[in-house]
Structures are given as structure tokens and as C-alpha cells.
């Protein structure tokens, strides 16, 4: 669309062209899913919880749960996460929540251990908070040792160099001020229709390093298009 719209004008390109895909894949870490349990019976007022023994972040509420996708599991760190978790409850696998809790009158239960499909939650929408970076940093190593980061392992003396990002279908540097992207702009979320729900954390349009806060419905969503990774 660029180059059409650089050879032939905006005009030519806008008659000619019905569809832009701007869609990518890409890592991204400040990712999760929220979930809704439903109260158990007795109730319980969740205090901790695992899935398939990844810790798992409790809001506040009963029953809700975050899933966060870079949450490591317990038993099988840096194998297993809570990116996988997600993955894994959108296939339509059985997970096994562990949940502990202090125990109120009003939810007396104080331990709780199942299983659970996506069909199971009342709701389990992906949140994430810092999505679609604007631009981003290529990570290289001058040091004489190897190093592992969190962008992968960088060899010594500039033996590689490892980046992420969608290069010109990057649709922030190609709308810089925001004039077709902001609340409710619908988005290619994970197999289906999601939404931008505001900027996301660290937003710096500035300096030209926005970012997006996303939303989408995970019960839509499909394996295809969504994996966890390590």
C-alpha cells in the first residue's frame, strides 16, 4: 500500500485497494489473560492460585484471576508458563486450578483443587497492557563472553544481533498522530475481532514510543494465532 500510494497517489491507491493487512506476529511479554471462575460450593475467597502450577495473580475479587504470560510454572521453569496456560485453555484443554484462601463466614472454604476448560469460566478475555510497540531496540553484545537476555542469547564481540518488531506495517509509525487508532479502534486480536482499549503502559508518543492497551475475547480466539513461548 506504501509504495502504491508513493507511485500512483493516495486517489489511485485508495480506489484500487479495498483491504490493508497490517496483521503481524510477534512476542510480546506485558500480556495475560483475565478469568472469571464462577464461586464455588462453599464459595471461596481466593487468596492464592496456581494453574498447572503456574502462580497465578489475584486482583482482588473472589473469583477473578490474571494469568500472566510470562509467569513461570513451579515445577517446570522456563519450560512452561502462563503463556502456555492461555494457549492451552483457548485449544479447549483441561488445566488444574490449586487455589488457597483464609476463610470468611461468607467463604468459608479455605482450599480448592479441580480442573477446568475455557467453557468452565464465566469470562476469560486476553488484557494486555502494552502492546504493538511504536519502535523498539536491536539488542547486539560487544562483551568476550556469550550472554543470555531477555531478547535471546547475544554472542560475543557482535557475533548477532536479535530485534522484534513489524517493520513498515508497524501501524503506529505509520499513524504517528493517532488520527485512525485510539479507544475501540477494532483490531486483529488472536484469531479474531479485539479492540484497543486505550494507550498502553510507558506510552511515550514523543519520542515515538507508543504503545497500546488491548482486549479481546479468548473463547473466540484460535491456537493458530496465539502461542506461548519460551
Known sequence: MKELVESSGVETAFKEVDVVTTGTFGAMCSSGAIINLGHSDPPIKIQHAWINDVPICHPGAAVDLYIGATLMSETRPFEYGGGHVIEDLISG?????RATAYGTDCYPRTQLRTT????????????NFRNCYQRYV???NSRDETIYTYMG????????????????????????????????????????????????TQHDP?????????????KKMNTKFIRGAS
Do not use: H, W
Open 116 to 127: 477446568i476448560t475455557k467453557d468452565d469460566l464465566n469470562q476469560f478475555y486476553l488484557i
Open 153 to 200: 542469547k547475544l554472542l560475543p564481540r557482535f557475533g548477532n544481533a536479535t530485534f522484534s518488531g513489524a517493520g513498515e506495517l508497524n501501524p503506529l509509525m505509520n499513524d504517528p498522530n493517532y488520527e485512525t487508532i485510539g479507544i475501540g479502534t477494532r483490531i486483529f486480536l488472536g484469531g479474531t475481532q479485539g479492540y484497543v482499549i486505550g494507550e498502553g
Open 138 to 140: 536491536c539488542a547486539t
Open 93 to 97: 484443554k483441561e488445566v488444574e486450578l
Open 206 to 218: 514523543k519520542n515515538q514510543l507508543g504503545t497500546i492497551m488491548v482486549r479481546g475475547d479468548c
